[in-house]
């Protein structure tokens, strides 16, 4: 990834006037370039629980093996289909939930402090 000056002249984007943009910011407006997941895509530890490899849950599920290989691959989790989901859901007789794995960043715990500070304004001006 370019540095954010040359990122900023690449994209056309003149009116920033080459300021020094955070990869935060940058994550929310072009997503290609965001630094990590947020949802962790746990495959290979609920393959391991349960005795199965990623072959026998391709010939099993009707998911192709590649697709699955990628899922399985911290690198290139970015997205997982529903109906994928739906599939090895059934093969591995598990719940979505049991695949998905919230992790929380440095933005997601700033939304979390806001929404916290802002209900407790408002329960202090109820009181009054």
Known sequence: MPATDEWI????????????LDANYFSMYYPAIMIKNMIRITLNEALETRGRTVYWLAQNSGVPHVTLWKLSKAETQNSINLPVLSR???ALECKPGDLLEYVADAEDKAIVSLIKSKTAKKKGARAK
């Open 9 to 20: 002249i690449l994209t056309g984007v003149s009116s920033v006037k080459r300021k020094q």
């Open 88 to 90: 090895i859901c059934a």
